[in-house]
């Protein structure tokens, strides 16, 4: 699998979903909750972590592209 690299731009907390920029500037809508591939318990989803990761960057490692959204697996989203 080819490796990518995302700058999470915006999260939909009602969506739980993200937001994020290739480097090539094309925009993906990204789901790293519904995996794993960062962890989040319920008390921190009522809190908000999901804004913690805007601006933060990337890499893609293990992943499933479909057609609402990409997909990271348990372990394939790596902070850099």
Known sequence: MI???VKITDY????NTCTAQLL???IIELDPFVSCAINMTDEEYDKGKGFDIIGKDYL???YTV???NVVPHEGGMIAI
Do not use: H, P, Q, Y
């Open 3 to 5: 490796a990518v690299r």
């Open 12 to 15: 939909d907390k009602a969506s």
């Open 24 to 26: 090539n500037g094309d």
């Open 60 to 62: 893609l490692t293990e």
């Open 66 to 68: 479909c057609k609402e």
